[in-house]
């Protein structure tokens, strides 16, 4: 499948959470999802599969810690080759197997630092640590890089950039925003059209948003998006608000519910949707029946 030619034509179906599935398998959250993709194969293989089986287009890797700062934390900073192009392979194994014309997308996050003079990063170390990161995804066959989850526009465009320093495959990004008084906004003041503009500018072919708001949230955002730009836009919502229940964290929003809102963020303009944190694949199941009607 061509992503860019494929959104032209119809909405393009991601994946949901994988950090919820990891978790039903066992995980531990003060382990590291990204080593599971050399310790526990076959479950994150499964958990794409269970994606392309739903109905998904396109699966991202176990990867949104995999830069080298972020799997620090782990003492892994030497692995990011390893536990990158595992995850690759993994979810590639997966598409043949269920879906051959879906896609994999190398799934590429915050690394959990800031830059000079708020953190110890350099730019171009930074960028250096995203371009490292997103060519091992492509070596283990990545078909496009998905920058997701930012918070930080700086760090953002310096992803993309380190993307398309090895790769002249589609590229998209995502930022998180939330409601403010001044409108949607991320944590760190940027509103919806200074980072489309950014993002572009930068490199990538998808802009858009995903994680901390709930479908109903985010329409209006998509809106703006849409607003701001002819370019695709990506929507990824979370299954609602978290909430803890004992120690576990729940989500209150059926994949029934989910269903029903985001064809209103296709009709506001979203070209490429699915779910972020909390939605499974029942939820991907539900979404794909609700946009085939």
């Not at 990204?34 to 396109?58: C, K, L, M, Q, T």
């Not at 989850?149 to 993307?163: H, I, K, N």
Request: aromatic letters at 4%; proline letters at 5%.
């Amino acid at each position: 499948m061509d992503l860019l030619a494929t959104v032209r034509e119809r909405t393009v179906i991601l994946d949901g959470a994988m950090g919820t599935q990891l978790i039903e398998r066992g995980f531990a959250s003060e382990t590291c999802p990204e080593e599971w993709n050399v310790s526990h194969p076959d479950i994150v293989r499964d958990i794409h599969r269970a994606y392309f089986e739903a109905g998904a287009d396109i699966v991202l890797t176990n990867t949104l810690g995999g830069t080298a700062a972020k799997l620090a934390h782990h003492g892994a900073e030497h692995r990011v080759e390893e536990f990158n192009r595992a995850a690759a392979a993994l979810a590639a194994e997966a598409r043949d197997a269920v879906k051959p014309d879906g896609l994999v997308g190398g799934d590429v996050g915050p690394t959990g630092r800031f830059l000079k003079p708020m953190g110890d990063l350099t730019p171009e170390e930074m960028r250096d640590m995203f371009a490292a990161q997103s060519a091992a995804l492509i070596e283990g066959g990545a078909d496009l890089i998905c920058i997701e989850t930012m918070f930080d526009l700086a760090e953002a465009c310096l992803a993309v950039e380190g993307a398309r320093r090895v790769t002249s495959l589609p590229v998209m990004a995502s930022m998180t925003f939330g409601v403010t008084p001044r409108g949607y906004k991320t944590m760190m003041g940027v509103d919806p059209k200074r980072a489309v503009d950014s993002l572009l500018e930068a490199g990538a072919d998808v802009v858009g948003t995903n994680c901390s708001l709930a479908a109903d949230q985010m329409v209006e955002l998509v809106a703006e998006l849409r607003a701001a730009t002819e370019a695709p836009i990506l929507a990824e919502p979370n299954a609602g608000q978290p909430r803890l229940e004992g120690e576990q964290t729940v989500y209150d929003e059926t994949p029934k519910h989910f269903a029903a809102v985001m064809p209103l963020l296709v009709e506001q303009g979203a070209n490429v949707v699915g779910g972020c944190c909390g939605t499974t694949p029942e939820y991907i199941v539900a979404l794909v029946k609700a946009l085939r009607k």
